[in-house]
């Protein structure tokens, strides 16, 4: 079936430092959206993205849309310790009625 | 708005018994979604529906697993008879259709079958 690769599995980094994460697949999707995972809840949507190179920001977190639309990243800048979840990317096909494809998620933890 | 619903937060159970979870969608969303999430598969589509309809059920493990969607504001996913393998966080999401993808979770139903 369809996947998505998301890395890397864990990331362990120092407040203030900045973090990149991408997704890449084999399939081509027409939507990338990244979700945000705190213990106990459910997935919390940050950002999503519809065209071939987009760029979008929300706060200190970026995210692009790949050329290929088989891949996509997420950044975070001057991250800070409420940042710490787990991150995931998510991809749409066309004629999906809307159904997700999920990556494998990465833990975030911020060292104060 | 209240977002989706789910019921219950926790359920313990032993092997062998029936389990059911709930969900409400967030109204005026017409795309419902139950989702599985364990250690080792991460997240995964068990099943979804498009106004009421069951449009993708191949996620689901086995017979044992059925859902219905009876109405627009409610949908329910039953394990019958539930096994120890079945332990996991289930998670119901809706969307609107034309909203590009973005679904909203509810909190999730933590299963443990004992």
């Known amino acids: 079936g369809q996947q998505l690769n998301q890395s890397p599995q864990s990331m362990f980094i120092q407040e203030g430092e900045d973090v990149s994460m991408n997704c890449t697949s084999s399939s081509i999707f027409n939507t990338w959206l990244w979700y945000k995972q705190d213990p106990g809840e459910g997935p919390v949507l940050l950002i999503a993205?519809?065209?071939?190179?987009e760029l979008t920001s929300n706060g200190r977190l970026t995210a692009q849309f790949g050329i290929t639309r088989k891949d996509s990243f997420l950044n975070i800048s001057a991250s800070i310790p409420s940042d710490v979840g787990i991150y995931f990317c998510a991809g749409q096909q066309d004629n999906q009625g809307g159904k997700l494809i999920f990556g494998q998620g990465t833990e975030l933890s911020v060292k104060p | 708005d209240a977002g989706v619903i789910q019921s219950p937060r926790h359920e313990v159970t032993e092997m062998g018994q029936e389990v059911t979870l709930r969900c409400k969608p967030i109204?005026?969303?017409?795309?419902l979604f139950w989702y599985r999430q364990t250690m080792m598969r991460g997240l995964e589509l068990l099943i979804y529906f498009n106004n009421n309809v069951p449009i993708d059920d191949s996620g689901m493990p086995e017979d044992r697993f059925s859902a219905k969607m009876p109405n627009a504001s409610f949908s329910t996913l039953k394990i019958q008879p539930s096994e120890p393998r079945d332990s996991a966080v289930y998670f119901c999401?809706?969307?609107?259709?034309?909203?590009?993808?973005?679904?909203?979770f509810g909190q999730g139903t933590r299963l443990t079958v004992v």
């Open positions: 993205l519809y065209k071939a190179g």
């Open positions: 999401a809706s969307t609107r259709s034309g909203q590009g993808g973005m679904a909203f």
């Open positions: 109204s005026g969303h017409n795309s």
